[in-house]
């Protein structure tokens, strides 16, 4: 159980000022005080505290689970089944699908509980229990630690903890950090590894306006996705069989019929994914000059390379979508928080509050000891980083998330070190691991897509990275190809065992260092990601100087601010958020409303354009009005906009009403708010939401699955 400290110590700080502005706030479910209490309820909510948040009693908690550790998902049946965002089971839909077999293209609904499709490795995760451990990990933490001896100490009490939290369990339980490092909480689950494929749209409704509207308002995309999950017989997680039943849940979300009105009150819980509010503004003028502008440009091109590719061949399209839209929607995404953050100024406005803070602590000598070098330190860390000139972004982009052959042939490292020592039984066991590694990778590989990339990603990281930070493989590409990265890659190809599956297999069942010894895409990398170790060594001190400022800065502000509202940032630990429903203006003389509709879909309708094909049994249900019930005077409202909090992780996350009932699901930020991972735009940042009653009617009308609308509670 929850312990008094997080009440009388945390809930203090970080409610003491209510009300506050409804619409920020990524907060910690667990501390639902009088003070948001009663602010909630002045807003519309007609529930009490323990009926969002208990572990005593089944409560909103209960329905709501981490979906595969990435996105958010709902329990909306008394028999486990799941609501969550198209997008966010985007891969298994692709993993099931093939030319022959279409789901990304065609949809999918199981008409019975026998055609629900089991998925390897997915899970949903359920919060069992939360305790403060600060006082216990304070105890052996002292002042004198170097950070090195800090961090060890913490990861110390956090394994004797968890491993204490979850003896004689099927339970998994992990320690967080909340602001900075100052505060502890230990978290613990329930993990069911039996999650199964029930439905989902095509994507001209899942996924309609594509990269176009991706992160923008108006959107008019169905973007859901059924799941369920499945219990031994006897209820207690289990790995996929046959004879595994339904997951009879503690609690479930009733769905609305109801649908919303501006200015309704919303709640959003869900696993937050990650923020900075906290970030200084040497850290944002490090992201718009050393960080945006790389992961930009080497997204755009590996962007061109795929959907080039994707557009030739739709085993290809099948085989590189969950790819493509991976990259695709963060290369958007850092353009927008790019713009946003130079166009609402936010390096400015927080260079006031880091002059504020550094006024105060000059106030008195004891002050000035513990915060008065912060800020100066903060500038000269980012002075440090920036003259590595983006080199580990320049990895990430290139060569980490970039071609599948040099990932996989990373992978090989461990396996190299036990041929080198001999040790028969470990080469035989890792050897099978790879085995299964390399099964899943060459699923969804095509070699001369991956070539081009490896081409154009080893030109990139040549063209960018400092001359003094290459890697020595250049040396070799410079001599043997002079420079000619095109000719390295057909080499590559041709004579990498890493680039023929049935080589790979024969490797496996006999491996030598020899081979590996030889093999140019091995030696690539080793190659590029020592270089990457050593870099990232030398970066260590200063890394550890910012995360040491990090938590004195944050420590620093609440002692500043007694009486201000703080929240800690996102850590992909479960948040609420609460706010209304309401439009807003993006720019002079311009209006959204908080809805779009139907007819929306219908205006945007190009069948020339793939983000915009609209499914002909879609327009004849709307030419026909045949929207079942669904409807709001004779309306068809598909997406609607709320003020509520939200970041990367929030996918998938359920919209409840102040009756506690389901009103939709999220899956969006807007364009406009992009800045609100690092500062939070109260007239501008929206959470979109795909409506309730679009999904019921798409579940029932189009898909002609009405048996899953028989097994929701269903409300007006």
């Not at 409610?15 to 619409?23: I, Y």
């Not at 008019?220 to 207690?236: C, E, I, K, N, Q």
């Not at 880091?354 to 000891?369: G, I, K, Q, S, T």
């Amino acid at each position: 159980m929850i312990t008094k400290r997080i009440t009388t110590v945390i809930a203090a700080i970080l409610l003491s000022c209510f009300p506050v502005k409804a619409d920020e706030g990524m907060w910690l479910p667990f501390l639902i005080d009088q003070q948001l209490y009663e602010e909630m309820t002045k807003m519309g909510l007609n529930l009490e505290p323990h009926e969002i948040f208990s572990f005593s009693e089944p409560s909103i908690k209960d329905a709501i689970v981490s979906f595969g550790g990435f996105c958010t998902g709902e329990i909306i049946s008394d028999q486990g089944l799941v609501l969550t965002n198209h997008h966010c089971g985007y891969g298994r839909i692709q993993a099931h699908s093939s030319v022959e077999n279409d789901l990304l293209t065609d949809g999918f609904w199981a008409m019975t509980r026998e055609e629900e499709l089991p998925n390897e490795g997915l899970f949903v995760r359920f919060l069992v229990n939360v305790e403060d451990v600060t006082d216990v990990v304070n105890a052996v933490l002292s002042d004198d630690m170097t950070e090195s001896e800090r961090n060890e100490a913490i990861r110390a009490k956090g394994n004797e903890l968890t491993d204490a939290a979850t003896e004689g369990t099927h339970f998994t339980a992990s320690m967080s950090a909340m602001f900075a490092g100052n505060y502890f909480y230990l978290f613990t689950y329930e993990t069911f590894n039996d999650v199964r494929l029930v439905g989902a749209p095509p994507s001209d409704i899942g996924a309609f306006g594509g990269d176009t509207d991706n992160w923008e308002w108006p959107r008019h995309t169905g973007d859901f996705a059924l799941f369920r999950v499945y219990t031994a017989p006897d209820g207690s997680p289990a790995e996929y069989a046959p004879e595994n039943i339904p997951l009879r849940p503690k609690h479930h979300l009733p769905v609305s019929l109801r649908g919303v009105r501006e200015n309704d009150f919303a709640i959003i819980l869900g696993y937050s994914g990650r923020t900075e509010r906290y970030l200084p503004s040497y850290g944002i003028d490090y992201r718009l000059e050393n960080m945006y502008p790389v992961r930009i440009d080497i997204r755009r091109e590996k962007l061109d390379i795929i959907e080039e590719a994707m557009a030739q061949s739709d085993e290809i399209r099948i085989k590189y979508a969950s790819k493509h839209s991976g990259i695709s929607n963060y290369w958007k995404n850092f353009i927008g928080m790019s713009e946003s953050l130079k166009r609402l100024n936010v390096a400015e406005s927080k260079r006031e509050r880091e002059e504020a803070f550094h006024n105060w602590a000059l106030e008195n000598a004891a002050r000035e000891r513990e915060y008065g070098h912060v800020i100066d330190d903060f500038r000269r860390v980012y002075e440090v980083l920036s003259a590595f000139e983006s080199h580990n972004y320049i990895f990430l982009e290139t060569m980490a998330t970039g071609p599948d052959l040099i990932r996989m042939a990373n992978a090989f490292n461990r396996l190299y070190d036990m041929l080198e020592a001999g040790d028969e039984e470990q080469i035989s066991q890792e050897a099978e691991r790879l085995q299964g590694l390399a099964e899943r990778m060459y699923r969804n590989f095509d070699k001369e897509v991956d070539k081009r990339l490896w081409a154009a990603m080893f030109s990139m990281y040549h063209d960018l990275a400092p001359a003094a930070e290459l890697p020595d493989i250049f040396e070799h590409i410079a001599l043997v190809q002079e420079n000619d990265f095109d000719a390295f890659a057909d080499a590559v190809y041709a004579s990498s065992l890493f680039a023929h599956p049935d080589r790979m297999d024969a490797f496996l069942h006999q491996p030598t260092k020899a081979v590996l010894d030889d093999d140019i895409a091995f030696s690539a990398a080793r190659s590029v990601y020592g270089t990457y170790r050593k870099v990232t060594a030398q970066m260590e001190d200063i890394s550890t100087l910012l995360r040491q400022t990090e938590r004195y800065f944050i420590r620093g502000l609440l002692e500043m601010n007694p009486h201000k509202s703080f929240y800690p940032d996102a850590n992909s630990t479960m948040r609420f958020t609460y706010g209304t429903v309401n439009g807003y203006h993006p720019r002079d003389a311009v209006y959204y409303d908080y809805y779009t509709t139907l007819t929306g879909v219908m205006e945007k309708e190009d069948p020339g354009h793939h983000e915009f094909v609209v499914p002909e049994k879609l327009k004849e249900l709307y030419l026909q009005k045949d929207f079942g019930g669904y409807a709001f005077d004779n309306t068809m409202v598909v997406n609607f906009i709320t003020n509520n909090d939200i970041t990367g992780g929030n996918s998938g996350s359920p919209v409840i009403n102040g009756d506690g009932h389901l009103i939709g699901v999220t899956f969006d930020a807007n364009w406009e708010g992009m800045s609100g991972d690092i500062l939070f735009e109260h007239e501008l940042q929206k959470a979109i939401n795909v409506d309730a009653r679009y999904i019921l009617f798409i579940i029932d009308k189009f898909a002609g699955a009405r048996h899953l609308i028989d097994e929701m509670t269903i409300v007006q």
